[in-house]
């Protein structure tokens, strides 16, 4: 694999399609992949082998049943033969680097969107610049969701396998109770309706969130993004270090810990916990991807029904995630051709032009696509739970969230390493807002300067 540099040297003039969507704003697209580019990176050319199959494909333990008949229906109409492997989520990132670095060849797979640059830059997978039909996939993409799946460079390195907005699950019941008339939009206002809530006497601690080391970064984004603070700028620097307000949020966080609004127990309670906690009527507020209000209601407590997710109406955002599907390092261009539509019917369409994988992770779980039609099309409309408002979790994918593009980058999964010590040093008061602003940059800084390996 060569260096970004050579990369990026030889790279041609955006040509077509590219360069009309850079111009009306799809501006992340930015020059189509040389041939010499393409080799290296394993996008074809040189000596071919007969290429038979079958494809290999590794994902991890979400619903791996449902995965298994996805792929078995996509193999029974395109005759392509898929060998399906399932690793445990928990060690997932570990656990496929180490046979990656093994020498084990696998053709597709779920990753972490922190850390789809390093796999690129590793050698690990392939870049989908060369691809037919690419550039209406990421066209089709919300603006807000294109710079996970697109580098700064212009590579395309992935497609998405689900997509999810942080979101406040709130009791509907419980505020009218409190004498509260809307959720509350930031973070003054969820500190001030969690006190009120503790001293109406409805639940001592209102507010859970999943605060365990892992997911910390996670938050970090939510929390900096509802209070309008930039984390990162373009070249990867830690610029909330220099802006007042982020210390404040900080503030805000260690504060809702220390006085009990968050029980001690979020720092390792699982979502499961959490959930049931909403539905049993034993917090009022819950952070989480939009889809825990699927777990919440199918857990069917005497509160379920009354928890409903907020709208983001302030002037600022809340973070916007997805995990994606990625190509393995291959140069047999019969192979790459057979992967390449199986990644579109499952991260995409299917070839009658549906949602057909992503309707029924819908139905089965409430995630979403990052693509407008998906919100609009009739079976998605269908199949998903009546309980969510689509045309509120579309505007909140549209305007109301961000991706934050250096979660991508090569050197982030170092960092996001760091976030949760720091963050849990805070919360137990070990250190103060202000060094936990240092601590974080200095984190930033010390991942990037490490090259991100």
């Excluded at 109770?177 to 209102?206: H, M, N, R, W």
Aim: with cysteine.
């Amino acid at each position: 694999m060569r260096s970004n540099a050579t990369q990026r040297s030889q790279r041609l003039p955006a040509l077509g399609r590219r360069a009309f969507l850079k111009a009306s704003g799809g501006g992340l697209l930015l020059a189509a992949a040389g041939p010499a580019l393409l080799s290296a990176c394993g996008s074809g050319g040189g000596s071919q082998e007969a290429w038979e199959g079958p494809i290999s494909m590794l994902g991890w333990d979400f619903q791996p049943d449902m995965i298994k008949q996805l792929v078995a229906d996509w193999s029974a109409e395109s005759g392509h033969e898929v060998d399906v492997a399932i690793l445990p989520n928990v060690g997932y990132s570990a656990a496929i680097q180490t046979r990656l670095r093994g020498g084990d060849k696998i053709d597709l797979f779920y990753n972490f969107a922190y850390n789809s640059r390093k796999f690129v830059e590793e050698g690990w997978a392939s870049t989908l610049n060369d691809l037919p039909g690419i550039d209406d996939l990421v066209a089709d993409l919300f603006e807000s969701s294109r710079e996970r799946h697109v580098t700064p460079e212009g590579d395309i390195i992935s497609v998405p396998y689900f997509s999810a907005v942080h979101t406040l699950h709130y009791n509907e019941r419980m505020l009218q109770e409190a004498g509260l008339s809307a959720p509350p939009t930031t973070l003054q206002e969820t500190y001030e309706q969690s006190k009120a809530i503790a001293d109406a006497g409805l639940v001592s601690s209102p507010y859970v969130a999943y605060w365990v080391k892992e997911f910390c970064e996670e938050y970090l984004h939510t929390y900096l993004l509802a209070e309008g603070i930039t984390a990162f700028d373009d070249d990867g620097n830690p610029v909330f270090a220099d802006d007042p307000k982020t210390e404040g949020v900080f503030e805000w966080w260690q504060t809702m810990y220390r006085e009990g609004l968050a029980p001690a127990s979020v720092l390792n309670d699982d979502p499961g916990k959490l959930s049931n906690e909403m539905a049993q009527g034993n917090a009022a507020f819950f952070v989480l991807h939009h889809y825990f209000l699927t777990s919440i209601r199918d857990l069917a407590g005497p509160e379920s029904e009354n928890v409903l997710l907020a709208p983001v109406t302030a002037q600022n955002h809340t973070l916007q995630i997805g995990e994606v599907l990625q190509m393995g390092a291959n140069d047999n261009e019969e192979a790459r051709a057979a992967i390449w539509e199986l990644m579109k019917y499952y991260g995409w369409k299917d070839g009658e032009g549906r949602y057909s994988v992503f309707t029924e992770w819908a139905k089965a779980a409430g995630l979403a696509a990052p693509y407008p039609g998906f919100f609009t099309d009739p079976d998605v409309v269908e199949a998903f739970p009546d309980y969510y408002d689509l045309s509120q979790l579309s505007q909140i994918f549209d305007t109301g969230s961000k991706v934050v593009p250096a979660r991508t980058s090569a050197w982030y999964p170092d960092f996001q390493a760091k976030v949760g010590d720091v963050v849990h040093a805070l919360l137990l008061g070990e250190i103060t807002p202000k060094d936990t602003v240092a601590q974080l940059a200095d984190a930033a800084t010390s991942a990037q300067g490490s090259g991100g390996l």
